[in-house]
């Protein structure tokens, strides 16, 4: 299982697969878990005058089972986010502010707006959708110009509390940086680092200055406290000058041709009684992740992975019926030892297809 870097992007359970529904409902599932923030929290007349202004141009996304953020940039409807947050839909879901903080959003809220662009090399989506009335866009600043320790802040949606404000500063500005979501494409643009706190919901939304200019596009969180990503607004823009869309090439793969998985050491277990296997994937002799074969046939087999290498099991894998393929995962995204997260795997796939909040 490769440590790729988390996207910071929010999966909803979707119990069954529904019957065909009309092209708003079809989202209704999704927004069901979404949570009002509330009063955003902020620190003072600065931070108040940001998310006043800033937030009603900050929109939520909704697909048929995920969601995230999204940037209007014009008049007419433009919306930046991430292509991880759309996906493969070539529509998806945008729901702008609630004039309330803590109104709840429903079906009658959603607009459809039209996938237009997509970039896989910088993780970037253009949306196009019909705004309501009086809604300002946010406009792209200049990050070329952006310090490290400037402040910077952030709204969107983490774990499915919509409009949340966080501030933080710029940890390092990282040019032409590689990174990888999913293991299989390599993106690469020059990232905003910041301590900007950000979560799974966050994806897409706006990183923005203090002069309420967008500066980069949350994308994801990677391993480690602190570490949150922002595709730079200096990217954006060269993404807005694209006459068509652009695929990501494929990730390196980070094990050896030839390499096979080998077993370092097995040693029994009694809860649950059974064996376990430290294994290498990459074959450098070091250990990757454990498996966990319980003796009764009935329980499953567990893949466990602690991935920033702080002796601490953050991602769990099953397999229910030990067929050699998972079942589900379960990822603790806070490091406090319990499951945050739970995604569910297709026939075939090996990634999560969707992932349900736990808590």
Not at 131 to 139: A, D, E, M, R, W
Request: proline share 8%; net charge negative; charged share 30%.
């Amino acid at each position: 299982m490769p440590r790729s870097e988390r996207p910071a992007v929010s999966r909803p359970s979707v119990l069954a697969k529904p019957a065909p529904r009309p092209p708003l409902a079809r989202f209704a599932g999704t927004l069901a878990g979404l949570q009002p923030e509330g009063r955003a929290t902020t620190r003072g007349p600065q931070e108040v005058q940001v998310y006043q202004q800033a937030a009603p141009a900050v929109v939520l996304v909704v697909t048929d089972e995920a969601f995230g953020s999204g940037a209007l940039i014009s008049e007419d409807g433009k919306i930046v986010t991430n292509l991880h947050v759309v996906g493969a839909a070539e529509t998806v879901g945008v729901v702008f502010k609630p004039a309330a903080e803590d109104a709840k959003v429903g079906e009658p809220d959603i607009r459809t707006a039209k996938v237009i662009r997509r970039d896989g090399m910088t993780d970037l989506a253009l949306l196009q959708v019909e705004p309501p009335p009086g809604v300002k866009p946010l406009v792209l600043g200049d990050s070329g110009k952006l310090q490290v320790g400037a402040d910077v802040h952030a709204i969107g949606h983490p774990t499915g509390r919509t409009w949340t404000y966080t501030r933080g500063i710029v940890s390092q500005i990282r040019k032409d940086h590689p990174w990888s979501i999913d293991a299989r494409t390599e993106h690469r643009a020059t990232l905003i680092q910041t301590q900007t706190p950000i979560n799974p919901g966050n994806s897409g939304g706006p990183l923005i200055a203090d002069d309420l200019t967008i500066v980069g596009i949350n994308s994801f969180k990677s391993e480690g406290e602190g570490l949150n990503f922002a595709v730079s607004a200096e990217d954006v823009k060269a993404f807005l000058t694209l006459a068509e869309d652009r695929a990501a090439p494929k990730a390196p793969s980070r094990i050896p041709e030839g390499c096979e998985l080998t077993v370092l050491a097995e040693e029994p277990t009694k809860k649950p009684a059974g064996i376990m296997f430290i294994v290498d994937e990459t074959c450098d002799g070091e250990p990757d992740f454990v498996i966990l074969e319980p003796k009764r046939k009935r329980d499953p087999v567990l893949y466990m992975f602690d991935e920033d290498g702080d002796g601490k099991v953050e991602l769990t894998l099953l397999d229910f019926d030990r067929d050699g393929a998972f079942d589900a995962a379960f990822y603790d995204t806070d490091g406090d030892g319990e499951a945050d997260l739970r995604g569910d795997f297709r026939n075939g796939e090996d990634e999560p297809y969707r992932w349900e909040k736990l808590k």
